[in-house]
């Protein structure tokens, strides 16, 4: 299993994915609004959403755990 991780503090403007979707490496996962700016945040490697740790609008600090993937 591999946790995809918020790179900095923000708040999660949008979803890209579903649990139990399939992705690829590099797709976006999540969007985050951070300083007025919009950051992805990409899986590193292929597989299956598992677990979306987050809802739209939620506020997540660096390095917290934003998705499984598996």
Do not use: H, R
């Amino acid at each position: 299993m591999q946790e995809v991780k918020a790179s900095m503090a923000g708040s999660v403007w949008k979803i890209a994915v579903n649990e139990g979707e399939k992705v690829e490496e590099g797709q976006d996962i999540v969007i985050l609004e951070s300083m007025k700016m919009e950051i992805p945040i990409p899986a590193e490697t292929s597989g299956t959403i598992k677990e979306l740790k987050v809802s739209e609008g939620d506020f997540v600090n660096e390095e917290e755990v934003i998705a499984v993937i598996e």
